[in-house]
């Protein structure tokens, strides 16, 4: 079953929104009609087993309403329509035929003359994609929509959409935490939201072409009255996705990412999209330290086992992390020797800017170092540690290079890696290398090279490999 919620205040269409519902769909439906502050004429009301009324007697705001419908609904499926929309007969079996899993949905949209209840012959219509420009404002995409070959594709990848009208699971709903009044307000940006967190998080937002409706795109009469402190406060935290700090909890994926996947999207900087994999491990790093987890990291000081066993009978050792992420993960102290601890990584600034997040002060901080181009003097330090990060480097040749250089004669370079980790992660965000057993030796391979670590390294002896739940770790005597 569908459940079909519709927000209304003050809406002079409702009725007739709801009669075409009804008399459209071939399938089990249900309608939910939340009255937000108002009540209709009596005459004005539908008297069908299939509708129910929520009257407020103060109005909440359109998020408000519409998520109090969705709580109530007793369909799988949810379809949010504004009060002042008509539809394309079987509309309910053609939204489900071609729905699937982590989808939402829209249909085609045209302009409704609501007077005459009939569509407007209009050319700048149907409108079937909409993209987000540099201010995440939803805009029409007037070059797709009038491109012959994507008319031909009755299902497509939508970017954005208007929000009048949208189709999904309530589990679904559900997953993403939709919609939130605490942040976005009452009303605005409401499929920016929607559209964002699909996209962001595990799905798609799709166009239906095999279906339609019909919306009265209003100019100066609205429904709800939209203060202009609640624009501004949907506004300021929509903007919040451009650093990816509108959804840290949930979001997986950056919104350069996005942008790249709809690339060229209007109005946007071609840099934007440079930066997706540096977005991609922040948003990983910023997630990582919630809960006090990056905290608890720094008050574990006592190095790790197999840092200590390396340094043996020395009182002072110097030990540098290369690319060791937000916080230390093999600790940076042991009893009766001198530590001297460097934790360097490609995005040392943007750890910052983590720690400033979570309103942290870190005992100290990463320094900022390019793995494939070190500024440390040669044979400085007694053990070069890197773990779970050669595979994030453009060149991992030149990085195992700088590692040799750095390390002083006697020491120790200790490489732990995922085996084919690009190859799980579909060389996506900063997975570049797979990195597997070949022999009695470890292969590098990335999408245009490939080379041994002996070949690349063969001054260092007495090398130690070892494959363990899969992670390769090579442990390399300099002597």
């Not at 089990?28 to 004429?41: C, F, M, Q, R, S």
């Not at 008319?151 to 999904?168: P, T, V």
């Not at 307000?185 to 499929?191: A, D, Q, S, T, V």
């Not at 905290?295 to 050792?317: N, S, T, Y």
């Amino acid at each position: 079953m569908i459940s079909i919620i519709i927000p209304s205040c003050n809406e002079p269409y409702l009725k007739k929104t709801i009669q075409d519902l009804l008399k459209k769909a071939v399938g089990e439906i249900e309608i939910i009609a939340v009255l937000d502050g108002y009540w209709p004429k009596t005459e004005d009301m539908v008297d069908d087993k299939r509708v129910r009324y929520i009257h407020y007697s103060n109005q909440r705001g359109m998020r408000n309403a519409i998520n109090k419908g969705v709580e109530v609904a007793k369909g799988e499926y949810i379809l949010k329509t504004d009060a002042h929309c008509m539809f394309a007969p079987e509309y309910d079996k053609q939204l489900i035929k071609y729905h699937k899993p982590y989808w939402v949905v829209v249909p085609r949209r045209y302009a409704l003359d609501p007077e005459k209840w009939e569509i407007i012959d209009n050319p700048k219509y149907p409108i079937d994609y909409m993209y987000l420009d540099k201010d995440l404002h939803g805009v029409e995409w007037r070059e797709k929509n009038k491109d012959p070959k994507l008319a031909e594709k009755k299902i497509d990848e939508l970017m954005s959409s208007q929000g009048s009208c949208w189709f999904m699971t309530k589990a679904y709903y559900k997953m993403l935490r939709l919609l939130d009044e605490e942040h976005y307000g009452m009303f605005w940006n409401e499929f920016q939201e929607i559209g964002l967190k699909t996209w962001t998080y595990q799905g798609q937002v799709m166009v239906n072409k095999h279906t339609w409706y019909a919306h009265w795109h209003k100019t100066e009469r609205r429904g709800y009255n939209l203060s202009n402190a609640d624009h501004e406060k949907a506004v300021e935290w929509t903007n919040r996705w451009k650093t990816n700090l509108a959804w840290v909890e949930q979001q997986r994926n950056s919104l350069a990412w996005l942008i790249k996947r709809f690339w060229p999207v209007p109005t946007w900087d071609p840099k934007y999209i440079e930066h997706e994999e540096r977005d991609s491990e922040v948003m990983f790093w910023r997630k990582w330290m919630q809960i006090g987890r990056g905290k608890r990291r720094f008050e574990q000081k006592q190095l790790a086992p197999h840092i200590v066993e390396m340094i043996g009978d020395k009182k002072e050792v110097s030990i540098v992390d290369i690319g060791g992420g937000a916080v230390p993960m093999v600790g940076y102290e042991t009893p009766g020797v001198k530590v001297n601890y460097v934790m360097t990584d490609l995005l040392a600034n943007e750890y910052k800017e983590v720690y400033k997040y979570h309103n942290y002060t870190p005992p100290f901080y990463p320094e900022y170092q390019d793995m494939t181009k070190l500024t440390f003097k040669d044979e400085t330090f007694d053990i070069v540690h890197c773990r779970n990060a050669i595979d994030h480097c453009p060149d991992a040749w030149s990085a195992l290079k700088e590692m040799y250089r750095v390390c002083k004669k006697g020491g120790y370079v200790y490489l732990w890696h995922f085996e084919d980790v690009a190859r799980m992660m579909q060389h996506t965000g900063m997975h570049q290398w797979n990195i597997h057993l070949e022999g009695q030796d470890c292969r590098f391979i990335s999408k245009t090279k490939s080379f041994l670590l002996s070949e690349c390294i063969p001054g260092f002896i007495n090398s130690r490999l070892e494959y363990r739940h899969g992670v390769i770790v090579n442990k390399l005597h300099k002597i």
